[in-house]
């Protein structure tokens, strides 16, 4: 009965890919793709490659390249610009051996709140010593410092992330900063599919600029930026609106872990475009390549199946996936962060409200961070303050790797329910504001060192 009915649904979607194929295409649609490990026919056993070859055969769709390690059985296939989406998504699981399909998601990176100036410790330039580094004081003495305790929890307690590895997807790091070049690993970049996760090939030699006419000034509504005006104002475009989302983000890593190693996975362009497929890719290589701390400073409204099954991969393998709960200032469920074993990540003020631009939520948001005017590294060797959830949850991340210094084996949940020893600050986060001596304490005291 079933073979009975699978043929004239085959024929229909036959027809209506022929009929979709034959109208020009101005440009392509992306899919993710999922096969059964095998299927067997009258001429033998098919593999995955050959099942997905064969659906695009008979739907008129491209196969570009799988996402899972060899041998896959995830793809992504494009399809012209004219082909009726709804069709791809509910016909083309009806072909043989096709499992699952769906749109390979447009993501962005997040904007935070507006930027309301420069703030103090951005212009603080007294020369700092910080572990190896010359950094500007400011970096070390920002309110957020001392609102986390990072440096008295690394006073008292010696860690510094020593030996962990956190994978930073996003729009990449710049490699050539003096203060991360000693701690970033080469990476990749998925957006070009090359290797070394460097975001400084977005921009050309004309933007550089001569640092002594550098000052602070609006990059964007939610970064202010240590550069000369016509590097900001050639940065001032929507083409560049992400530029240095991904340096930022590594900046504050390095503040709570600076021994720690940091995987750069480009994701994103500098306009803070991304798709799902290459978060997808991102998460499998930091599985692959041994990270074990997962910072993802984005978040997307629709659920995404195999992001999901990505990620659970991941937790299953020993990661720890850390990530923003989103600008929107609304009580609202988002991804990653609301999935199961994710760390969401809110933003507070430096006076322990939520930010009014954060997200928030139990179901959401586990902890918060301060996530306004935090200063950090920005590309070409520079400082900037920001702006937003994205900038709150590399605290976390950060602490994540404090803990896994202290045991490898720190789970997802674990180190989850460490930084949940924190401080209370409303109903609208599930544990409250990171405290990290606190969160090391716990787990200390769990695993009977305290």
């Not at 033998?44 to 099942?51: D, E, L, M, R, Y």
Request: charged residues 15%; hydrophobic residues 40%.
């Amino acid at each position: 009965m079933k073979s009975s009915l699978r043929r004239p649904l085959v024929l229909l979607f036959v027809l209506v890919f022929a009929a979709c194929a034959a109208a020009p295409a101005a440009a392509e649609q992306r899919f993710i793709v999922r096969t059964q490990p095998s299927i067997t026919t009258l001429f033998g056993k098919v593999t995955p490659a050959q099942i997905i070859r064969m659906a695009c055969t008979l739907a008129g769709c491209t196969v570009r390249y799988g996402l899972d390690d060899e041998p896959s059985q995830l793809f992504l296939v494009t399809a012209p610009d004219s082909a009726n989406p709804l069709t791809f998504t509910t016909l083309l699981p009806v072909l043989p051996g096709i499992q699952h399909v769906e749109p390979d998601l447009v993501l962005r990176t997040l904007s935070g709140g507006d930027a309301t100036g420069a703030p103090p410790a951005l212009l603080d330039t007294e020369p700092a010593d910080f572990y190896g580094s010359t950094v500007p004081g400011g970096y070390l003495r920002q309110p957020a410092n001392a609102i986390l305790g990072i440096s008295a929890a690394r006073d008292q307690y010696g860690l510094t992330g020593q030996g962990i590895t956190v994978a930073v997807i996003d729009t990449g790091v710049d490699p050539t900063h003096p203060v991360l070049n000693g701690v970033l690993l080469d990476g990749y970049d998925f957006t070009r599919n090359q290797a070394y996760g460097s975001e400084k090939g977005d921009v050309d030699d004309s933007m550089m600029y001569t640092v002594d006419q550098a000052r602070p000034g609006y990059v964007n509504e939610s970064t202010i930026a240590v550069l000369d005006e016509s590097t900001i104002g050639a940065l001032d475009d929507s083409r560049y609106r992400a530029f240095g989302h991904g340096t930022m983000v590594a900046g504050l890593v390095h503040l709570v872990a600076p021994r720690a190693a940091i995987m750069p996975l480009k994701a994103f362009g500098p306009d803070g475009n991304g798709y799902t497929s290459d978060v997808h890719r991102a998460i499998n290589f930091a599985v692959r390549e041994g990270a074990k701390v997962l910072n993802m400073s984005f978040s997307f409204a629709a659920p995404s199946q195999e992001l999901s099954r990505a990620l659970e991969r991941a937790v299953s393998r020993g990661l720890v996936p850390v990530a923003s709960v989103g600008n929107d200032g609304q009580e609202r469920l988002v991804y990653p962060a609301a999935l199961p074993d994710v760390i969401g990540v809110a933003s507070t003020t430096d006076y322990d409200s939520l930010s009014s631009f954060s997200n928030f939520g139990p179901e959401v948001a586990w902890i918060a961070a301060p996530g306004e005017a935090v200063v950090t590294t920005y590309p070409m060797g520079t400082w900037a303050a920001a702006w937003g959830t994205s900038f709150s949850t590399p605290f976390a991340s950060g602490t994540a790797a404090l803990l896994a210094e202290v045991d490898r084996q720190v789970s997802a949940g674990d180190a989850a329910d460490a930084q949940g020893y924190s401080i209370w600050i409303s109903p609208e986060v599930s544990r409250g504001r990171l405290d990290v001596p606190s969160a090391l304490e716990a787990y200390l005291t769990r695993l009977g060192l305290r």
